[in-house]
């Protein structure tokens, strides 16, 4: 909790809002995801475009109500799996979802907004 805290305060110091296109490739690749050779979209990329287009309807200027996340996961961990097909997730509240698991991430914005419910955490939460 201690390293989050450092993290938490230096983002807000130095006004940090997110890690890049290649830095955040870079660290999901040292964290063990598999990342497309940038040009060369995975195969799901169309069909996970195709989603939230339909779920978006038409362009809008970007706000909590229009950006979404599509994901989909094989995870794998001591000879059990859990697997879920390409789903869109707006913006929201983790519903269900345990307070000490929110707790692990924890939503870090160095502007001082709220993004507790913003779709990229609720995905991963």
């Not at 809008?60 to 599509?70: A, F, H, L």
């Not at 390409?86 to 983790?94: E, N, Q």
């Not at 692990?104 to 939460?125: K, N, T």
């Amino acid at each position: 909790e201690e390293a989050v805290d450092k993290l938490e305060a230096e983002v807000k110091r130095i006004g940090l809002t997110n890690f890049g296109f290649v830095y955040t490739r870079e660290a999901l690749r040292t964290i063990g995801f598999d990342v497309a050779e940038q040009g060369k979209p995975p195969a799901w990329a169309a069909e996970a475009r195709a989603l939230a287009k339909a779920h978006v309807e038409e362009w809008r200027i970007p706000g909590t109500e229009n950006i979404v996340v599509v994901v989909a996961y094989d995870l794998y961990y001591r000879g059990g799996s859990l697997s879920k097909e390409l789903t869109v997730v707006p913006s929201g509240w983790a519903e269900g979802v345990h307070d000490e698991v929110k707790a692990m991430l924890r939503p870090v914005d160095a502007r001082g907004w709220s993004c507790e419910s913003y779709s990229e955490r609720v995905a991963l939460l």
